[in-house]
């Protein structure tokens, strides 16, 4: 498979050099030439496979030409054998013709492990072959940076550093980071915010000299092996409830736009969708997009679903391409007047296409604990407060009833503690294997916020710098 950016300048690559370089070089996204195709028949004999199994039949085009496929089949039973429940991702009916698929049964509790824990498993399988190592340098709120160590631990050719805010990190979220020991997992506490650490990332990224010798890389949400491995559990939810012989209805908690992506993706590679429903919390761009036609930045605000706190979602831009016949030279076009005018300019013609497809609905803060108390009462479900926005967003803008509707359960409700007893006055405990996470022993150095006490830290530890 080769792949084209959507803004149509750099160079077409093949799944390696997609999967190394993440951001294509003319600022756009990497997508798939062409999707490959499943037909009814195709998508009849999947019925019964295991997780890892279906996933290794639906991703195997993607990455055909780069990985032999015996090579990529155990890359895949390997990244889905943590995985806490038997069924990997299993579903759980709502009321008569609802469903939820769980995918935080990975090791930190949150769907982003669905596509972590393979990508580290990639990463270290095609640098190994090239005979290359990566340093991994990312910024987490606290939320996501654990998925991406849980991904990095204990992998030949990558080093990892994260950094967090001291002391502004919720001490789960802490412990789930600074509880790996590994020795290529680096934590740092840095004295300062959120914003802080992003900039000593980009200023990392930023300086040339530093960022060759290092050979830095990032996980992040933009790179298309991420939503290659979301695409999976939507051909897997569809088939448990009747695809391909009834179209489905799909309703994702939404922030970057890559998982409901993915969904879209299935979709041109043949699974029959009715509709896909976006839920918002009150950062609500998508849904004012998909409800006025009006994409226009705000600023961020703290919501109680922090990883949809999000006001640009890259990810977009690869519908956008679709949306505009795949023309990169429109897509630059209307990504350049976004960011200099906050506004995207879309005829209406295109955006009555998108809505044919999407539609979005938001939830406030106080209509979310509303949400989490309602399902917790009719299903005895708790769930956490992602996972209630794309309930209630798919309940809500369903316009078939008889498609079947699958939300997507994105976090543990253990990972939201505080939301979940507020709301319904129980305090769902961490599953068992973390249940001792407050008796690990934790590894972590609090750094000074300046580049140089950071590149310090990564000169010391980083084992492709002592090579070089
Ligand atoms: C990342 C995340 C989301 C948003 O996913 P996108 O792919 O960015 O749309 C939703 N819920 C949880 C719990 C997440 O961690």
Redesign the pocket.
């Given at each position: 498979m080769q792949y084209i950016s959507t803004r149509g300048q750099a160079p077409a690559l093949n799944f390696d050099e997609v999967l190394l370089s993440g951001l294509a070089r003319d600022g756009g996204l990497y997508v798939p030439e062409t999707w490959p195709q499943f037909t009814a028949d195709d998508i009849r004999e999947m019925r019964g496979l295991p997780y890892d199994e279906l996933a290794t039949k639906i991703m195997y085009p993607f990455v055909e030409g780069s990985i032999p496929k015996d090579d990529f089949a155990n890359l895949v039973a390997e990244a889905y054998a943590g995985f806490e429940h038997d069924a990997v991702l299993p579903m759980k009916q709502l009321d008569s013709n609802s469903w939820m698929m769980e995918l935080f049964h990975g090791p930190t509790l949150?769907?982003?492990d669905v596509a972590l824990q393979l990508l580290g498993r990639l990463f270290d399988y095609v640098l190994k072959k090239r005979n290359e190592r990566v340093l991994i340098v990312g910024a987490t709120s606290g939320?996501?940076g654990s998925a991406a160590i849980e991904a990095c631990r204990d992998r030949d050719c990558i080093d990892i550093f994260i950094l967090h805010p001291h002391e502004r990190t919720s001490d789960v979220q802490r412990r789930q980071m600074t509880t790996v020991l590994s020795s290529n997992v680096s934590n740092i506490a840095l004295r300062g915010s959120f914003d802080d650490c992003q900039d000593i990332v980009k200023a990392l990224f930023n300086d040339m000299n530093f960022r060759d010798q290092y050979n830095l890389s990032a996980v992040n949400?933009i790179n298309w092996a991420r939503i290659m491995a979301q695409i999976v559990y939507y051909f897997y939810a569809g088939i448990l409830v009747g695809a391909p012989d009834r179209a489905i209805t799909f309703s994702v908690?939404?922030?970057?736009?890559?998982?409901?992506f993915a969904a879209y993706a299935a979709h041109k590679m043949g699974l029959p969708v009715d509709q896909l429903i976006v839920g918002s919390n009150s950062n609500d761009i998508l849904t004012r997009f998909l409800q006025d036609n009006d994409m226009s930045m705000l600023e961020v605000e703290p919501s109680l679903s922090p990883?949809?706190d999000i006001q640009v979602s890259s990810n977009f831009e690869r519908l956008l391409f679709d949306l505009l016949d795949r023309d990169g030279e429109k897509v630059e076009e209307v990504m350049n007047t976004f960011r200099s005018t906050g506004k995207m300019p879309l005829d209406t013609s295109k955006w009555e296409l998108a809505t044919r497809l999407f539609t979005g609905h938001r939830l406030s803060d106080e209509e979310t604990l509303g949400a989490i108390g309602a399902i917790h009462q009719s299903t005895g479900e708790l769930v956490d407060p992602?996972t209630a926005v794309g309930i209630i967003a798919g309940w809500t803008q369903r316009l078939e009833p008889a498609s079947p509707l699958v939300c997507m359960a994105?976090?543990h409700p253990a990972k939201f503690p505080d939301a979940v007893e507020q709301a319904t006055n129980i305090r769902p405990p961490l599953p068992s294997r973390l249940a001792d996470l407050f008796e690990r022993e934790e590894k972590y150095i609090v750094l000074d916020n300046t580049v140089s006490a950071i590149q310090a830290e990564i000169k010391k530890h980083n084992r492709a710098g002592t090579q070089n």
């Open positions: 949150a769907f982003k939320d996501t949400s908690p939404t922030g970057n736009f890559g998982n409901i990883s949809m992602h994105t976090a």
